[in-house]
């Protein structure tokens, strides 16, 4: 190790490396520590206030202070913070700039958008193997994911309920063709199968837990634990449906490396301004439709269409293309009520603050060897 790494480890900051601080949030942090503030990670949002890990220990904060009327500025779990050193009750004075966020839209009619988690590297999408899968379902998870600019993972999780190893591989190649990019991975929580390999992924960064009620989240978090910290109750028998046994997002020190937000089970998952992010779970489709004659081609009937003739000659699946359809019509529909210029300006700033955080981790990585 170098001088240099070494005193970062050995700096007042340095309960929090595991958490995911670095020398670019130390830089950014910077001005609020001439405040005296203390720095800290929200690890669990719950009615308007949050504990926050900090050099201290845990605190609980009050988050009035950084509450607009926006939603997607709200504090949110993942987000680095400034909090006062004392106060009864201690707020939140503000939150650093993310470098990535997941957004889904809400049911509310106003066309809100819902930040589930906050400077993520890895969206871990989780697929039960004890349900028939639901293509459409994990490439709207995997929109969502590739425009938080994250990198999505697939995690097929029960593994253990399909004992006949050429059935798991046709199921894997499904998935894999439906998340074009994205690893997919087999895992039993139970039998504890494919969690080693799992645990090394996300030992890299900040990971967020994704699915259906029911997916096996809560039981997948408790075995990369190491313990039961997440409250697990059975699926239905009836439809493989569990209830919502995680009712708030709650950040979780892995034991090899890395945080874990697990999020409660989403029954609703609305696309928010995910344009970029539908073009790369259908990357076949954009680029077949380079080839069409018309550059604005919608792949309905229109001569020349390189996207049909795929279709035709059974290159491309037509659920695929009826999926795609589906998801960007949706977008259009959110865009169309929102402010998207606003929108896509934060989103390039996630993106950016992604880039800048990114290649300070492979620097940090390099000091290390």
């Excluded at 039998?191 to 890299?204: F, N, P, T, W, Y």
């Amino acid at each position: 190790m170098t001088s240099d790494f070494l005193a970062f480890l050995s700096s007042p900051f340095a309960a929090l490396v595991p958490y995911g601080w670095d020398d670019v949030w130390a830089d950014e942090f910077a001005p609020y520590a001439t405040e005296g503030l203390l720095a800290g990670r929200v690890i669990r949002v719950d009615r308007g206030q949050c504990d926050v890990v900090t050099t201290d220990g845990v605190l609980r904060a009050d988050t009035a202070f950084v509450t607009p009327n926006d939603p997607m500025r709200v504090v949110c779990t993942g987000d680095w913070v400034a909090v006062e050193p004392v106060g009864n009750p201690r707020y939140v004075r503000t939150y650093l700039p993310r470098r990535t966020a997941f957004v889904r839209s809400t049911s509310s009619k106003r066309s809100e958008g819902q930040i589930l988690a906050a400077n993520v590297d890895y969206a871990v999408v989780a697929v039960s193997l004890a349900l028939e899968l639901d293509l459409g379902r994990v490439e709207r998870f995997l929109a969502l994911a590739w425009e938080s600019g994250a990198q999505p993972l697939v995690v097929l999780t029960k593994a253990d309920l399909v004992p006949d190893a050429a059935t798991l591989g046709h199921l894997v190649q499904d998935v894999e063709k439906s998340a074009p990019g994205v690893p997919v991975l087999t895992v039993s929580s139970n039998a504890g199968e494919g969690l080693d390999v799992l645990a090394a992924v996300l030992s890299g960064g900040t990971s967020v837990l994704l699915g259906q009620s029911g997916a096996g989240k809560s039981t997948l978090a408790n075995a990369l634990i190491g313990e039961d910290v997440m409250d697990v109750r059975a699926a239905r028998d009836v439809d493989g449906k569990g209830r919502h046994t995680t009712t708030t997002r709650n950040l979780l020190a892995l034991p090899g490396g890395g945080v874990l937000i697990d999020t409660p089970g989403l029954r609703g998952v609305g696309l928010w301004d995910a344009e970029t992010g539908v073009g790369q779970v259908f990357s076949e489709i954009e680029e077949l439709a380079a080839d069409c004659r018309f550059h604005d081609c919608a792949h309905e009937a229109e001569p020349g269409c390189a996207v049909l003739a795929a279709v035709d000659s059974g290159v491309l699946p037509e659920r695929r293309l009826a999926s795609y359809r589906k998801l960007l019509r949706e977008n259009q529909r959110i865009v169309a009520k929102t402010d998207a210029r606003v929108r896509a300006e934060i989103r390039r700033d996630w993106k950016r603050k992604g880039v800048e955080g990114r290649a300070a981790m492979d620097a940090k990585r390099g000091r290390w060897h």
